[in-house]
């Protein structure tokens, strides 16, 4: 009896272990079809969030500021197609949604604010300012506005007043031609040129008693400054001639001229004289020193009247000097010496007016057509998304996804969004502006400054 008690006890036993693991196994099915659930509910929400992202704290762009910070449309730019937006269009459901959900659904799809970000960059970063610097000009010029021309010249006159220069030469004596011819040629000189007149030989006499005196005699008589007629003119009126003629003397002194000059300036000697050197000076060696110095002067000498022999020094003084030698016999020689220096000058500033308005035209060009060309494509681009836009409303109007109401309201917003784009052109017209008065400017200074100086040298 016992044994069948036992046996019962077991199988009630085992029976109740089998019920209870049914009963976990139940509650595990249950537990994991809830996680189930809750986790298609959540992957439901996360999808229909992403669906409704381009509504999400929508806010209609007031200022070009905010349309730039807007992410561009999946369809924008190149990626755009009609039909394909169509279908995007399709798959969304419009009907119960207001014209603001509308339009920033639109915007999600087609907007161009990705590039509109880089022309508003274009814009920020350009410079409109002309850079030109304008070259060097022939003696020297300045324009206002900063745009500066160096390049003054710094000439020196270095006149014979020997005894020789007193003979007659057409009723007049070699002094007085070579006193009219300097003065009319210094009066002439590029605007900004300094000037200085420095006198030899003309102490003593040309007698052998008078040599040591006429000899050491060099005299700067009108010091390195700009030309003034009256200074000028009462420095003529100190000395006649009269003494020997000490040539290499007089261009070793004549580097003290120079010595507080501008060192960017171009240094240069005229030497008027009738005849050689005749106080035992080296002329040739004192001019190469001259030009070979930290000075650099150009050394030019004029011949006036000057037989063959003194014709040979003085055009050895003119090359070692890096300069060009000249003979007048008359006043109307020493003239046509001026004449070829006016016709080079005047060749000189055409060249300068011509090469200086082209570059400046040039840069002036460029930028004007690099900024029609980015304004141009910025407006066409704007066009292109107000179309895009335009034609989806209508598109869902047509296939009632959308009242006439909603779709007033979204065209209305399209076009706010257009008029904001097209205020931002005169960002655009601002650059072309300065670039355009910028360079017209400078050009009409450069042409007035050469009209001036060309008509001086046309006389």
């Not at 087609?110 to 960059?121: L, N, V």
């Not at 909603?406 to 065209?411: D, F, N, Y």
């Not at 042409?447 to 040298?457: A, L, R």
């Amino acid at each position: 009896m016992k044994r069948i008690f036992y046996l019962v006890l077991l199988t009630i036993f085992l029976c109740g272990m089998l019920v209870a693991c049914s009963s976990d196994e139940k509650t595990s099915s249950k537990n994991k079809e809830a996680s189930s659930d809750k986790e298609s509910e959540k992957t439901e929400e996360q999808a229909t969030s992403k669906e409704e992202s381009p509504e999400k704290d929508f806010e209609v762009a007031t200022t070009m500021e905010k349309i730039i910070e807007q992410e561009p449309g999946e369809y924008a730019g190149a990626a755009y197609n009609e039909a394909v937006v169509h279908r995007a269009l399709d798959e969304k459901n419009f009907q119960d949604k207001d014209s603001f959900q509308v339009y920033a659904n639109l915007l999600d799809l087609m907007s161009e604010s990705g590039q509109y970000k880089e022309y508003y960059k274009f814009v920020e970063a350009f410079n409109p300012h002309i850079e030109t610097a304008v070259s060097d000009a022939p003696g020297g010029m300045k324009l206002e506005d900063g745009k500066k021309v160096n390049g003054t010249a710094n000439i020196a006159i270095l006149l014979d007043s020997s005894g020789s220069m007193a003979q007659k030469v057409g009723g007049k004596t070699k002094m007085e031609l070579a006193k009219e011819a300097v003065n009319n040629f210094v009066a002439s000189m590029p605007e900004g040129a300094n000037v200085a007149l420095r006198v030899y030989g003309h102490k003593g006499s040309n007698s052998d008693s008078d040599k040591k005196v006429s000899c050491g005699s060099t005299e700067l008589v009108y010091d390195l400054q700009p030309y003034n007629k009256g200074k000028f003119k009462d420095a003529l009126g100190k000395f006649e001639p009269t003494g020997w003629t000490p040539i290499a003397n007089s261009i070793t002194e004549a580097k003290k001229d120079f010595e507080n000059a501008d060192s960017s300036s171009q240094n240069i000697i005229y030497i008027v004289s009738d005849g050689v050197e005749t106080c035992g000076g080296n002329p040739v060696k004192a001019a190469k020193s001259l030009h070979d110095s930290n000075i650099k002067a150009v050394v030019n000498v004029i011949g006036f009247d000057v037989d063959s022999n003194g014709q040979k020094q003085l055009l050895e003084v003119a090359e070692a000097g890096g300069g060009e030698f000249k003979t007048v016999d008359s006043g109307d020689d020493f003239k046509e010496v001026w004449e070829d220096e006016r016709v080079r000058l005047y060749n000189e500033w055409s060249s300068w007016n011509a090469e200086n308005y082209n570059e400046v035209s040039g840069e002036q060009t460029d930028k004007m057509n690099e900024l029609y060309g980015e304004r141009t494509d910025f407006m066409n681009l704007s066009y292109d998304e107000e179309g895009n836009l335009k034609d989806a409303v209508y598109y869902l109007e047509s296939n009632e996804q959308i009242s006439d109401e909603v779709s007033e309201e979204v065209i209305s917003m399209i076009e706010q969004r257009q008029e904001i784009l097209a205020s931002f052109e005169e960002e655009f017209n601002t650059l072309l502006d300065t670039v355009e008065t910028e360079g017209d400017k400078l050009k009409e200074k450069i042409n007035e400054k050469g009209d001036e100086m060309k008509d001086k040298y046309d006389n």
